[in-house]
Nanobody, 113 residues
């Protein structure tokens, strides 16, 4: 059974940091391109960053230089380090494998001004 369990969200002031984790099971994690997505109220779910199987990363322009995606294949976990957070980063954050149509419950990130 495929599971993606996101954690690490919370309430933080602008300029602060959070580290999100996504523990996966039921997939061949090391062979999976993994992405972090976010969805703010009333908006579509957008891809924020992804990491390929060989560790190459790609970021949405709005988070370049502030967010870092990484993976630990031994722990089947993908991370998103978020620094210099802005109120516009407020959203529910989800992880997902590019090759599987399955979503976890997400984790709420709220950035106060």
């Amino acid at each position: 059974q495929v599971q993606f369990v996101e954690s690490g969200g919370g309430l933080v002031q602008a300029g602060g940091s959070l580290r999100l984790s996504c523990a996966t099971s039921g997939i061949t994690f090391s062979n999976s391109v993994m992405g972090w997505y976010r969805q703010a109220p009333g908006t579509q779910r957008d891809l924020v960053a992804y990491i390929s199987t060989n560790g190459r990363t790609n970021y949405q322009d709005s988070v370049k230089g502030r967010f870092t995606i990484s993976r630990d294949n031994d722990k089947n976990t993908v991370y998103l380090q978020m620094n210099s957070l802005k109120p516009e980063d407020t959203a529910v954050y989800y992880c997902k494998s590019f090759s599987i149509n399955h979503w976890g419950q997400g984790t709420q990130v709220t950035v106060s001004s």
